[in-house]
């Protein structure tokens, strides 16, 4: 991981997202981070310039499209990027350790101890030629040395139990492909967790599950944050899935943050257009049955040529409410009305109030 790449020429440096929340400090503390990936086709700005923290106990919600920078942003909390073609410079604390720049040798010990994270495809994380009880005890294993094969199993077992999987003992000697896809998720939470680790990031935990799957383990995750007191950190793009288990929410778009605060303020009173574009597009249990989904209109942008200024302002309606200011200025964030909400828009704060409102009645959609 290299420190001396410098922020981009032409942009303005980017404030940090101040705590959200006094009391305890946070246990995960990201600041200014930038991620570049080096391709034939250019340099890919896959992440630039975003902070955020997280305090044990709390969970914190990454929305946004495909190609917004959330997965590649846990990659880099858990130093999972080839090291030969990433650029990553910023601040990465974990527990107060600083991870960038760190050994590969030294992260690899904190992960899966002190940090770990459930992918989104369980079929895919986990080795098919292997028996998903093995692979458990081998996680349990690298971080306790001195623990014998049977301890190992014993505790992938209890880990098992605990996930809520019928006869875990039994199962412990099961493939993959023998479990069905909600049992494999909660395998993969099983194995993220069998070291309890302070820090759980989730990507996408519930995209391939029916819903009554998806409700048990969001359930699952909450009981388990109240039992180890984890600080969690939840990407997905759906909305819903956020509002039953997020404290925070990060809006990101084009590998930036867009918005940040708590879910109440998020969800109830956004204040990014893209984060208006998002709630337009869930359909609502309160509003016309008969309302059409209104989809943002175009394409997310490229993470090589980003548009100038505003990385939003060719999909935005209100884009020329400031002349060329969306098209040349880079907005950062700023405080948004309540305490912790922040907004990297070039709207007023009295534009936007009334845009939502205008922007509510256009979509017909109840929030």
């Not at 093995?134 to 049977?150: L, T």
């Not at 918005?259 to 990014?272: A, F, N, T, W």
């Not at 700023?334 to 009295?350: I, M, N, W, Y």
Request: charged share 25%.
């Amino acid at each position: 991981m290299d420190r001396s790449d410098p922020a981009p020429s032409g942009e303005p440096d980017r404030p940090s997202v101040p705590e959200q929340r006094s009391g305890e400090d946070p246990y995960l503390r990201v600041n200014d981070l930038r991620v570049r990936f080096d391709t034939s086709d250019g340099v890919v700005r896959a992440v630039d310039g975003v902070s955020f923290s997280v305090q044990r106990g709390r969970t914190l919600g990454i929305v946004g499209e495909s190609g917004s920078g959330k997965s590649v942003t846990s990659l880099a909390v858990l130093g999972l990027h080839e090291e030969k073609r990433t650029t990553i410079t910023g601040e990465i604390s974990v527990g107060g350790r600083q991870l960038v720049g760190l050994p590969e040798e030294e992260v690899r010990r904190l992960r899966g101890r002190d940090m770990a994270m459930i992918f989104q495809d369980p079929l895919s994380a986990l080795h098919p030629y292997f028996t998903v009880g093995r692979q458990i005890a081998e996680a349990y294993r690298v971080h306790h040395p001195k623990a014998g094969k049977r301890a190992a199993r014993q505790r992938a077992v209890d880990m098992l139990g605990r996930v809520g999987i019928p006869q875990p003992a039994r199962r412990f000697d099961q493939y993959p492909h023998e479990f069905s896809g909600g049992m494999r998720q909660r395998a993969m939470i099983a194995m993220a967790l069998v070291n309890d680790p302070d820090l759980l990031i989730a990507d996408e935990p519930t995209t391939a599950l029916d819903v009554t799957v998806q409700a048990q383990i969001l359930d699952l995750l909450a009981d388990l944050q109240a039992e180890f007191h984890s600080a969690i950190i939840m990407i997905t793009h759906d909305l819903g899935v956020v509002s039953q288990i997020a404290d925070e929410v990060l809006v990101m778009y084009g590998g930036r943050a867009v918005e940040h605060g708590s879910v109440e303020q998020v969800l109830r009173r956004p204040q990014h257009p893209y984060t208006w574009g998002l709630l337009s597009s869930v359909p609502s249990l309160h509003g016309d049955a008969d309302a059409d989904l209104v989809p943002i209109a175009g394409n997310p942008p490229s993470l090589i040529n980003l548009p100038s200024g505003c990385a939003f302002h060719p999909r935005c309606r209100y884009a020329d409410r400031n002349g060329d200011r969306s098209r040349t200025e880079v907005p950062q964030l700023r405080p948004a009305g309540g305490p912790g909400h922040l907004v990297a828009c070039h709207l007023s704060a009295d534009d936007r109030t009334r845009l939502y409102a205008e922007d509510i009645a256009h979509v017909g959609v109840a929030r």
